[in-house]
């Protein structure tokens, strides 16, 4: 499948797409091969984004109403689905995932995000509170949301397109200019969104794109930048840590959207077809590439053998291959780099005493997808809690399955973790389904299925995943300042 992608990926300053000095090259994770050179900007043109959102806020776009801003977003929507198969090739050619997963999730999404914000927004009703005072007239406190102002927007290579405009849609709709950073890894789908947000007419100034790095890079250029607002980052915890840092002197308003290990919990109860359906989508899903995977799995002891059996049997029966091919279940990992890590995990584990239930190495194709990024599925038992391959976030196709024997021992086992972002639980005890969802220290609790979503409910993890929620009225007030006005009546 040949890209879309053009061979030169441009930042989009102002209203313009303009190039840079250094460039960097974006592969392709199934063969290796070259799709494009990026422009990586640097601290100026940064600081340039910076000052022309300032500037936009100034502009039109300041002036509009919150209806006026919905009609422009529901055009970038339009915008998106009129070039939809170029979205899809492109984020296909970045990131190597299944055409029908860029099809049915990423560009879907992506479309999706800008039309529920641009609803949400020009439906949202805020507080008013009428109050008694000593003289007898009373007083009545209303709130109102204005614009942040300049958001810097920071965004990972899992779901490039969807993470992108799930922060971009709602700081839009509520009215704020924006420089968004995608990552370094995927950025052919943000550039496209450039293009699409220049022909919706979003007036210039209002949505930005610098490409480049982190550390010493756009990135960390962004984040050090005195003109943004605020700052909503999707990706590592470590990397949340490094920028909380880089904004704390400017007391900057940040939403940190980061890593997980999250756990799959089956009770012998659960309708077992639908558990392993489930914990295979949980755990495969995008090569694991989904911060709510569940690279944890406990199973009750009277099924466990039964289930891992029947998990060994998908993951060996899984299709690994081109994107374009019928029915493949998996592609390759994001980069090289990032599966010299997970193949680090695959040793690892080895060496912590695992039993390879399945995969565990590199798959051979005998063509140019062996200079790709592939790895096998794999599957582990026989680890302890506190192994690293069981503590720390791998983000690739494997999980850990352990036995557990009572519901207080598998919650303890599972909120035992320095992160707290998703769980999945599989029951047909109802009582059993409400109780325990409350009591795992997690953001997201999905019982009987997994990532199901409603863009109005709250999202976002604790712990080391995460600092704040979005979705719903939570991205609105987030990429809101939220202001009460009393008047004395
Ligand atoms: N909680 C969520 O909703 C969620 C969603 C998707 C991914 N994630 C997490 O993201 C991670 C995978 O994404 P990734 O590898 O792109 O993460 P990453 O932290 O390496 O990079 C994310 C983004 O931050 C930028 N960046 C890196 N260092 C920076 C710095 N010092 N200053 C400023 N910007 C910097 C990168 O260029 C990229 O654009 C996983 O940990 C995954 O769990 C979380
Ligand atoms: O990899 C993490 C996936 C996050 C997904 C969302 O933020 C979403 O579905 O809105």
Same mark, same amino acid.
């Given at each position: 499948?040949?890209?879309?992608?053009?061979?030169?990926?441009?930042?989009?300053?102002?209203?313009?797409?303009?190039?840079?000095?250094?460039?960097?090259?974006?592969?392709?994770?199934?063969?290796?091969?070259?799709?494009?050179?990026?422009?990586?900007?640097?601290?100026?043109?940064?600081?340039?984004?910076?000052?022309?959102?300032?500037?936009?806020?100034?502009?039109?776009?300041?002036?509009?109403?919150?209806?006026?801003?919905?009609?422009?977003?529901?055009?970038?929507?339009?915008?998106?689905?009129?070039?939809?198969?170029?979205?899809?090739?492109?984020?296909?050619?970045?990131?190597?995932?299944?055409?029908?997963?860029?099809?049915?999730?990423?560009?879907?999404?992506?479309?999706?995000?800008?039309?529920?914000?641009?609803?949400?927004?020009?439906?949202?009703?805020?507080?008013?509170?009428?109050?008694?005072?000593?003289?007898?007239?009373?007083?009545?406190?209303?709130?109102?949301?204005?614009?942040?102002?300049?958001?810097?927007?920071?965004?990972?290579?899992?779901?490039?397109?969807?993470?992108?405009?799930?922060?971009?849609?709602?700081?839009?709709?509520?009215?704020?200019?924006?420089?968004?950073?995608?990552?370094?890894?995927?950025?052919?789908?943000?550039?496209?969104?450039?293009?699409?947000?220049?022909?919706?007419?979003?007036?210039?100034?209002?949505?930005?794109?610098?490409?480049?790095?982190?550390?010493?890079?756009?990135?960390?250029?962004?984040?050090?930048?005195?003109?943004?607002?605020?700052?909503?980052?999707?990706?590592?915890?470590?990397?949340?840590?490094?920028?909380?840092?880089?904004?704390?002197?400017?007391?900057?308003?940040?939403?940190?959207?980061?890593?997980?290990?999250?756990?799959?919990?089956?009770?012998?109860?659960?309708?077992?077809?639908?558990?392993?359906?489930?914990?295979?989508?949980?755990?495969?899903?995008?090569?694991?590439?989904?911060?709510?995977?569940?690279?944890?799995?406990?199973?009750?002891?009277?099924?466990?053998?039964?289930?891992?059996?029947?998990?060994?049997?998908?993951?060996?029966?899984?299709?690994?291959?081109?994107?374009?091919? %019928? *029915? &493949?279940?998996?592609?390759? /990992?994001?980069?090289? !780099?990032? @599966?010299?890590?997970?193949?680090? $995990?695959?040793?690892? +584990?080895?060496?912590?005493?695992?039993?390879?239930?399945?995969?565990?190495?590199?798959?051979?194709?005998?063509?140019?997808?062996?200079?790709?990024?592939?790895?096998?599925?794999?599957?582990?038992?026989?680890?302890?809690?506190?192994?690293?391959?069981?503590?720390?976030?791998?983000?690739?196709?494997?999980?850990?399955?352990?036995?557990?024997?009572?519901?207080?021992?598998?919650?303890?086992?599972?909120?035992?973790?320095?992160?707290?972002?998703?769980?999945?639980?599989?029951?047909?005890?109802?009582?059993?389904?409400?109780?325990?969802?409350?009591?795992?220290?997690?953001?997201?609790?999905?019982?009987?299925?997994?990532?199901?979503?409603?863009?109005?409910?709250?999202? %976002? *993890? &604790?712990?080391?995943?995460? /600092?704040?929620?979005? !979705?719903? @009225?939570?991205?609105?007030?987030? $990429?809101?300042?939220? +202001?009460?006005?009393?008047?004395?009546?």
């Amino acid at each position: 499948m040949k890209p879309a992608s053009p061979a030169l990926l441009r930042n989009y300053v102002d209203g313009e797409f303009v190039g840079s000095a250094a460039t960097f090259d974006n592969i392709n994770p199934v063969d290796g091969s070259l799709i494009a050179q990026v422009c990586e900007a640097d601290r100026a043109t940064v600081e340039a984004a910076v000052a022309a959102a300032r500037l936009a806020l100034q502009g039109p776009w300041g002036a509009m109403s919150v209806q006026q801003r919905a009609a422009m977003l529901h055009k970038v929507a339009d915008g998106i689905a009129a070039r939809f198969d170029e979205f899809v090739a492109a984020e296909v050619a970045d990131t190597g995932r299944p055409l029908e997963q860029a099809r049915t999730l990423d560009i879907a999404r992506g479309i999706a995000n800008f039309r529920t914000f641009a609803d949400l927004a020009a439906c949202a009703n805020t507080d008013a509170f009428e109050m008694a005072t000593a003289d007898g007239a009373g007083a009545l406190n209303y709130t109102v949301r204005k614009p942040l102002g300049v958001v810097g927007i920071i965004s990972p290579w899992n779901l490039p397109l969807l993470l992108l405009t799930w922060k971009v849609a709602p700081a839009l709709a509520c009215g704020n200019a924006v420089v968004a950073k995608p990552s370094e890894e995927s950025p052919a789908t943000a550039t496209l969104l450039a293009e699409v947000m220049r022909d919706a007419g979003v007036p210039r100034g209002v949505f930005n794109l610098v490409h480049g790095f982190g550390a010493d890079s756009a990135g960390q250029f962004l984040t050090e930048s005195k003109g943004i607002d605020a700052l909503t980052f999707t990706g590592e915890s470590r990397t949340g840590s490094t920028i909380m840092k880089a904004v704390a002197d400017g007391v900057k308003e940040v939403s940190f959207e980061l890593g997980g290990k999250n756990a799959a919990v089956v009770f012998a109860d659960a309708d077992f077809d639908a558990a392993v359906a489930g914990v295979m989508r949980s755990s495969f899903t995008n090569s694991g590439q989904v911060c709510l995977c569940s690279e944890r799995v406990y199973v009750e002891r009277p099924i466990f053998e039964r289930f891992v059996a029947a998990i060994k049997a998908k993951v060996d029966a899984l299709k690994i291959g081109y994107p374009d091919e %019928g *029915g &493949v279940d998996m592609g390759p /990992l994001i980069s090289h !780099g990032h @599966r010299d890590k997970v193949l680090g $995990y695959f040793r690892l +584990a080895e060496q912590e005493g695992a039993t390879v239930v399945a995969g565990g190495g590199v798959p051979h194709f005998g063509d140019a997808r062996d200079n790709g990024a592939y790895v096998q599925p794999t599957v582990w038992t026989g680890l302890p809690d506190s192994a690293r391959c069981v503590t720390e976030e791998i983000f690739g196709p494997v999980c850990h399955i352990a036995p557990f024997d009572a519901e207080d021992e598998v919650v303890a086992r599972v909120n035992a973790s320095d992160y707290g972002l998703a769980c999945a639980l599989w029951t047909t005890n109802l009582s059993r389904a409400h109780r325990v969802a409350r009591r795992i220290h997690v953001g997201l609790v999905w019982v009987n299925t997994w990532y199901l979503r409603d863009l109005r409910t709250a999202f %976002g *993890g &604790v712990k080391l995943s995460g /600092l704040g929620r979005e !979705g719903g @009225r939570y991205s609105l007030d987030f $990429y809101s300042d939220v +202001a009460n006005i009393c008047i004395k009546l």
